[in-house]
């Protein structure tokens, strides 16, 4: 599996930002995708994750109410829309795939496709 991730960029303080993520390599509708993020000198952290048919979605207590994945099957693509962006998120985000459906609060290790990594940078 590949994916592309895209949406590296800077705001300020209460900004927003959207991180885009095209799959290729098997198939789409069968998988789940998170999106994690890391600081330098920290382990990755989960962020929010969406199920195969994009009903089941989960966040971490951080991002909660400020940030949404969302999936669009059509073009291959999950997006994480980040809104109220604090100086705390900034960080190198990964989007990630896995065959598993997203049933609980998944482990980094079910993940085995993953994207790049983009930075994000909330400053003022």
């Known amino acids: 599996v590949q994916l592309q991730a895209s949406g590296e960029g800077w705001c300020r303080p209460g900004g927003s930002l959207r991180l885009s993520c095209v799959a290729s390599?098997?198939?789409?509708?069968?998988?789940?995708f998170g999106w994690f993020r890391q600081i330098p000198g920290r382990e990755r952290e989960w962020v929010a994750s969406?199920?195969?048919?994009?009903?089941?979605?989960l966040y971490a207590d951080s991002v909660k109410g400020r940030f949404t994945i969302s999936r669009r099957n059509a073009n291959n693509t999950v997006s994480l829309q980040m809104n109220s962006l604090k100086p705390e998120d900034t960080a190198v985000y990964y989007c990630?795939?896995?065959?598993?459906?997203?049933?609980?609060?998944?482990?980094?290790?079910?993940?085995?496709?993953w994207g790049q990594g983009t930075q994000v940078t909330v400053s003022s």
């Open positions: 969406i199920s195969w048919s994009g009903w089941r979605t």
């Open positions: 390599g098997r198939p789409f509708s069968s998988s789940s």
């Open positions: 990630a795939s896995r065959t598993k459906d997203l049933i609980t609060i998944p482990s980094i290790t079910d993940y085995d496709g």
